[in-house]
């Protein structure tokens, strides 16, 4: 009776956590709805009925969208562990996963092995029915194996029997076959198969965020392909049909590729008015909600390691307290050492929870703060005015700016980023600043005692803010030339960077045209993270010329 009376509370708490996670799927929070489907996944002690699958299934996806890839793979393993002797229908999704992995990963040889597993087990429930969604994935995996001749050989031989195939079916077949025509160069192929597949996604019933991410990339490839055939208007029209979607009810993947169309079909058609301004300000808030994310998802990350590492604690006291129980003798000690160790575990869970979540307050308002939108929306009009007197120089500081932007909106999601791809983002915006104020400053970067094989990786845009307040206050008024040093060298456990300048230098003591919030947020970073403080000094004069500035300061590293 205890037995029953105890599946019977798992099964409930499985489902109350799992109708959780769904309705906060809906609402398009993820964080929140990957909390719920885990929660519900440790109710599960076998799987026995297809509910229990499809709380794994959800849990997958909610991990995959997240690109938490190593938690995908441990989720698979579970899953497989749980699964009964014989049970084929469980184990194809257990061959699903392991073979979507792989692809997410790119080991397409492994993958290729998954899905031959996948058919073995879905021959041996039903080996008469057509497997599309295996075989469209195995063709998948066999282009990109570079056996091309198979991809289409099995593509081909669905379109014969598309009548037996659903609607779902017919639009990864479509689509599929439109991406490789795509990346064949055979476009107009690719264009008749895109719109095949874009009208079974509309016919097809789906989740409303499911459909509305199909009909997204579909457009946003249909209109790729129209930049491609410089179709320009048509470009736009699909476009705007992802716009009239709205960002909110898509994947973040497709936010992403059409904001990068809308900025590449921009250049390319010429088109230099106010709707650059509208188009920044629609990155600037997609970047803010992503960063929101963020910080959402680490939270709830978080949270669960606490919750792990809580349960951990408790079943450890449980069990100390059934050894004392057995010890009579000892109650007494054991009691009160008991409660020492319960207390200061719970401390330091709480001290350590309240630092990361500080951690990540400050990380938070340190990415919010890596660029001033002065400055981009000064670049942009300084192309505009430029327009007119030199159109193919103003083309080509616009392709500058968008790639900068790029770089700050990739490099503001990881923690640490390549100290190549760091530097070059500051030269990049060194030469849109020189854009703004030709011949007023020259710049050199140097790296020394680094080893290009090391592959040193630092946390993005810490240099931006210091380098911007030498060219907007330190060459503020100067009649000479100005100039910019930039060195990197290792200094035991970290890198040291130096920034100094030629400028008009720190006029007095009470002088704090040298600071700003960009700064003050770098400086408490840094002093976190390395011990040290950044040092801001006059430079005295020396061989740059003038009175000048040296800025300095350590920074972490990681080696890939």
Not at 326 to 342: K, Q
Not at 379 to 386: A, D, G, V
Not at 496 to 503: F, K, S
Request: hydrophobic residues 35%; positive net charge; glycine residues 4%.
């Amino acid at each position: 009776m205890r037995k029953d009376a105890q599946f019977e509370m798992d099964s409930l708490s499985m489902e109350n956590y799992f109708l959780l996670g769904e309705h906060f799927s809906t609402k398009q929070k993820n964080d929140s709805a990957f909390y719920y489907y885990f929660k519900s996944t440790q109710a599960i002690d076998t799987i026995s009925n297809q509910r229990e699958v499809d709380i794994y299934y959800a849990t997958y996806y909610k991990l995959k969208a997240l690109s938490k890839f190593g938690d995908c793979y441990a989720l698979a393993s579970e899953f497989e562990k749980k699964i009964p002797p014989r049970s084929w229908k469980y184990f194809v999704y257990a061959s699903f996963f392991r073979e979507n992995i792989a692809k997410s990963e790119k080991k397409f040889e492994i993958a290729l092995n998954h899905n031959k597993d996948r058919l073995g087990f879905l021959n041996k429930i039903d080996e008469t029915k057509i497997h599309g969604s295996a075989l469209i994935s195995r063709a998948d995996i066999y282009y990109y194996l570079k056996k091309k001749e198979r991809t289409y050989a099995i593509l081909d031989s669905l379109i014969l029997q598309e009548q037996k195939l659903d609607r779902n079916f017919k639009r990864q077949l479509y689509g599929n076959y439109a991406v490789y025509m795509y990346f064949d160069n055979q476009f107009e192929e690719s264009l008749r198969f895109n719109q095949k597949a874009l009208e079974n996604i509309r016919a097809h019933a789906a989740p409303d965020f499911e459909k509305n991410t199909s009909l997204a990339t579909a457009y946003a490839n249909i209109a790729e392909i129209h930049i491609e055939l410089k179709n320009y208007e048509l470009a736009q029209k699909y476009i705007d049909s992802i716009y009239r979607i709205g960002f909110e009810k898509i994947s973040r993947k497709i936010v992403r590729s059409t904001l990068n169309y809308q900025l590449r079909l921009q250049s390319l058609s010429g088109k230099i008015d106010m709707s650059n301004n509208r188009l920044l300000d629609s990155i600037f808030n997609y970047q803010d909600r992503l960063y929101q994310k963020k910080y959402n998802e680490e939270l709830i990350a978080l949270k669960i390691e606490t919750e792990k590492k809580e349960k951990i604690a408790a079943e450890r006291q449980a069990t100390e307290i059934r050894n004392i129980q057995l010890r009579n003798r000892m109650i007494v000690l054991s009691i009160l050492l008991l409660l020492i160790i319960t207390i200061g575990t719970m401390f330091f869970f709480i001290r350590k929870y309240r630092t990361e979540k500080k951690h990540l307050y400050l990380q938070q308002r340190l990415l919010r703060a890596q660029m001033s939108p002065h400055f981009m929306f000064n670049t942009l009009s300084s192309i505009h005015n430029l327009m007119s007197a030199n159109t193919e120089k103003a083309s080509k500081y616009l392709l500058k700016f968008s790639g900068l932007l790029r770089l700050v909106l990739e490099n503001s999601l990881v923690n640490y980023v390549d100290i190549d791809s760091e530097l070059d983002s500051i030269k990049q915006y060194l030469e849109l600043q020189l854009l703004r104020f030709p011949d007023r400053f020259t710049y050199e970067i140097a790296t020394h005692d680094l080893s290009p094989e090391s592959n040193y990786s630092i946390p993005p845009m810490l240099l931006q803010p210091f380098v911007e307040n030498a060219i907007e206050h330190g060459f503020s008024g100067i009649d000479y030339p100005g100039k910019i040093q930039i060195s990197m060298t290792k200094k035991n456990k970290y890198l040291q960077c130096v920034i100094e300048d030629n400028g008009r230098g720190i006029q007095d003591s009470k002088d704090t045209s040298k600071r700003s919030i960009s700064t003050e947020l770098i400086s408490e970073f840094l002093e976190k993270t390395t011990g040290a403080n950044v040092e801001i000094s006059p430079k005295n004069g020396d061989n740059l010329g003038g009175p000048g500035v040296v800025v300095s300061f350590l920074i972490p590293y990681k080696i890939n």
